[in-house]
């Protein structure tokens, strides 16, 4: 194993305002971007196949660090060469670092500005992660995409614990840098700061000539006010390196993204469309629904009418509400299909828009049509 050469992989097509249609390329191909990630956490997008995953227009999967290393563990996914032909994905993935997992767990964590030290949420046993080990296990994955370990502090955490957080992910950013990683495999450094916009933007101007291949704006969407996770967006995203990748992790709604969009995002990921769609709620053109709700029983009409996925072509809201009722496990696929599918319709509508130049006029009549569609309650 060498080092990877820090290259330049992305270009940017066509900018419209602050957006921006770009190329990712990768070892396993080419990412059109804006591009939404369906989160494969364990190495699976819940409920479906790979094949259906791509069908929805996904192009890059992500996998998860953490999650991987506990189980099936690394002898495992080593055997297989790594983790595309384990799970049969023969696309790009990008992989979270573990970071995030971890801090989530702050009961079972030890920091300090060397390691981490963890109990695992499955049997108690307990493991330590460096930067340098995370960079280990993200070769033996063979992500095309490896974050960087970093420090995420929750959306209240104070000042003074952010700063830290700072200075801890800039230093454990260097030692992954110097960590040898698999050829072709790029690395992704992540910008803390919390919603402060003068933290992050001091965060930024540290890790940013640090030579890395893309760049992601972390710690967002983990408590935080929306209307300040959009103040950040709207400071910072456009003064990260315009060569470089940028990516708005664990983030969000479709709203979400068309702001971030807006603001010169290039890449997402998010739990929201999968686990969304396992709780019932569905996301259509006229607003989200509540499948559940007694008011889909005898609806014959398609979950959205604007909408080409085999779940919408083939079967009625009242179908799909039975399923979920009755707790049928064909629910989940046609439910998390349908929602991937919404979601990669929106990044697909505003790079087409970007690329005829009339991106603000298709976020303000999203946006507009996303703040007047109620959301169904349950009932």
């Given at each position: 194993?060498?080092?990877a050469?820090?290259?330049?992989?992305f270009?940017?097509?066509?900018?419209?305002?602050?957006?921006?249609?770009?190329?990712?390329?990768t070892?396993?191909?080419?990412?059109?971007?804006?591009s939404?990630?369906?989160?494969?956490?364990?190495?699976?997008?819940?409920?479906?196949?790979?094949?259906?995953v791509?069908?929805?227009?996904?192009q890059?999967?992500?996998?998860?660090?953490?999650?991987?290393?506990?189980?099936?563990?690394?002898?495992?996914?080593?055997?297989?060469?790594?983790?595309?032909?384990?799970i049969?994905?023969?696309?790009?993935?990008?992989?979270?670092?573990?970071?995030?997992?971890?801090?989530?767990?702050?009961?079972?964590?030890?920091?300090?500005d060397?390691?981490?030290?963890f109990?695992?949420h499955?049997?108690?046993?307990?493991?330590?992660?460096?930067?340098?080990?995370?960079?280990?296990?993200q070769?033996?994955?063979?992500?095309?995409?490896?974050m960087a370990?970093?420090h995420?502090p929750?959306g209240?955490?104070p000042?003074?614990?952010?700063?830290?957080?700072?200075?801890?992910?800039t230093?454990?950013?260097?030692?992954?840098?110097?960590?040898p990683?698999?050829a072709g495999?790029?690395?992704f450094?992540?910008?803390?700061g919390?919603?402060?916009?003068?933290?992050?933007?001091?965060?930024?101007?540290?890790?940013?000539?640090?030579?890395?291949?893309?760049y992601?704006?972390g710690?967002?969407?983990?408590?935080e006010?929306?209307?300040?996770?959009?103040?950040?967006?709207d400071?910072?995203a456009?003064?990260?390196?315009?060569d470089r990748?940028?990516y708005?992790m664990g983030?969000?709604?479709?709203?979400d993204?068309?702001?971030?969009?807006?603001?010169?995002?290039?890449?997402?990921?998010?739990?929201m469309p999968?686990?969304?769609?396992?709780?019932g709620?569905?996301?259509t053109?006229?607003?989200?629904?509540?499948?559940?709700?007694?008011?889909?029983?005898l609806?014959e009409?398609?979950?959205d009418?604007?909408?080409d996925?085999e779940?919408?072509r083939?079967?009625?809201?009242?179908?799909?509400?039975?399923?979920?009722?009755?707790?049928e496990?064909?629910?989940?696929?046609?439910?998390?299909?349908?929602?991937?599918?919404?979601?990669?319709?929106?990044?697909?509508?505003?790079r087409e828009?970007?690329?005829?130049s009339?991106?603000?006029e298709?976020?303000?009549?999203?946006?507009?049509?996303?703040?007047?569609?109620?959301?169904?309650?349950?009932?």
């Amino acid at each position: 194993m060498t080092t990877a050469p820090t290259t330049r992989p992305f270009e940017v097509r066509a900018r419209d305002g602050r957006a921006r249609a770009g190329r990712l390329t990768t070892a396993h191909g080419p990412v059109e971007t804006p591009s939404f990630m369906p989160v494969g956490t364990q190495g699976t997008v819940k409920a479906l196949t790979p094949a259906e995953v791509r069908a929805t227009g996904a192009q890059m999967i992500l996998g998860n660090t953490y999650h991987l290393y506990l189980r099936p563990g690394l002898d495992v996914i080593e055997r297989f060469g790594g983790l595309h032909r384990l799970i049969g994905w023969d696309g790009p993935i990008l992989t979270d670092s573990g970071g995030y997992q971890i801090f989530s767990h702050r009961e079972r964590v030890k920091i300090t500005d060397d390691a981490v030290t963890f109990q695992s949420h499955l049997d108690g046993s307990y493991h330590t992660l460096t930067p340098e080990r995370a960079m280990q296990i993200q070769a033996v994955l063979g992500a095309d995409v490896a974050m960087a370990f970093d420090h995420c502090p929750p959306g209240d955490a104070p000042r003074a614990l952010v700063e830290e957080a700072m200075a801890r992910t800039t230093a454990w950013l260097r030692r992954c840098l110097a960590t040898p990683r698999p050829a072709g495999q790029m690395l992704f450094g992540i910008v803390q700061g919390g919603a402060d916009v003068a933290l992050r933007r001091r965060h930024l101007a540290d890790v940013a000539g640090l030579g890395c291949d893309g760049y992601a704006l972390g710690g967002l969407s983990v408590g935080e006010p929306v209307p300040a996770m959009y103040e950040v967006l709207d400071a910072v995203a456009d003064e990260m390196p315009a060569d470089r990748a940028r990516y708005l992790m664990g983030v969000g709604t479709p709203c979400d993204l068309v702001v971030a969009i807006g603001c010169g995002v290039d890449l997402f990921d998010c739990v929201m469309p999968t686990r969304n769609a396992r709780n019932g709620q569905l996301f259509t053109a006229a607003g989200r629904i509540n499948i559940g709700n007694a008011c889909h029983r005898l609806d014959e009409g398609p979950v959205d009418p604007e909408c080409d996925c085999e779940t919408c072509r083939t079967v009625s809201r009242a179908y799909v509400r039975h399923l979920f009722v009755a707790q049928e496990i064909l629910y989940h696929r046609l439910a998390t299909l349908h929602n991937l599918v919404y979601y990669q319709r929106v990044v697909r509508d505003a790079r087409e828009a970007i690329l005829a130049s009339r991106f603000e006029e298709f976020a303000r009549a999203f946006l507009a049509r996303d703040a007047t569609a109620p959301a169904e309650p349950a009932s």
